[in-house]
């Protein structure tokens, strides 16, 4: 199993770009996320997905959109890129909820850079 | 709500002391709680949680946890540190109410940094 996969590992976009992050997952993981993380600000949750064709708003959604197309992927995209993007971005997935059984587990990251 | 933290920035240690890293909680509910390390440039592993049952959790690498509720902590331990746990330590939580599934908050990170 690969677990979770990211790509790209790093990008840099110009002020008003577009981009998609991409998002895999192996495990047949019903749940994955979206994060992005800051320093000394841990992960904020951007999106969601509690399956194919249903996503949902994290806590901080503006300027980023997702879909949820079949179970494996799950992209990120940023429309108009803005310098207040920069961040390392993590995709996760997790089991169904039920008791404990919503650990989520992380791909390696895209490093984002936004001038 | 839910929200999470943990108050020290960095932890230093020697390698061979005991290491302990600190985090508290809040939720409106009973909480579930985890541990994650994140290695340089590497993504979130996941090292113990607590469900329910035992207070004291084990996890990878010879960390463990302890849960109190009356003081809602749930303090990350190892009794013997390596250089090899220096790291960035998160705590996260959510509530049991099922309008939080997979909703964790996580803490703003503890840097660890086990000196030979």
């Known amino acids: 199993n690969a677990g979770v996969t990211q790509t790209p590992k790093f990008r840099i976009l110009k002020i008003g770009q577009s981009m998609t992050l991409q998002c895999t997952q192996d495990m047949n993981h019903n749940y994955m996320y979206w994060y992005r993380q800051d320093p000394g600000m841990g992960l904020k949750l951007i999106y969601y997905s509690v399956g194919a064709g249903i996503t949902d708003k994290g806590e901080v959604p503006n300027g980023y959109n997702v879909s949820r197309s079949t179970t494996e992927d799950f992209p990120l995209r940023l429309e108009l890129a803005a310098p207040s993007q920069t961040s390392v971005y993590f995709c996760?997935?997790?089991?169904?909820?039920?008791?404990?059984?919503?650990?989520?587990?992380f791909g390696p990251g895209t490093r984002l850079t936004v001038l | 709500a839910q929200s999470v933290a943990q108050p020290e920035d960095q932890v230093n240690v020697a390698e061979g002391n005991p290491l302990t890293v600190k985090c508290t909680y809040s939720v409106s509910g009973n909480p579930y709680l985890f541990w994650y390390v994140q290695y340089p440039n590497r993504g979130l592993q996941f090292l113990l949680k607590?469900?329910?049952?035992?207070?004291l959790v084990k996890g990878s690498y010879g960390f463990e946890a302890e849960f109190n509720k009356s003081q809602t902590s749930f303090h990350l331990k190892k009794p013997s540190a390596l250089v090899s746990d220096s790291a960035l330590y998160f705590c996260a939580v959510r509530d049991r109410g099922t309008d939080s599934w997979g909703k964790l908050q996580f803490g703003a990170g503890t840097q660890v940094v086990v000196t030979p």
């Open positions: 996760a997935s997790s089991y169904s909820p039920g008791e404990g059984t919503d650990t989520q587990y």
């Open positions: 607590y469900i329910t049952g035992d207070n």
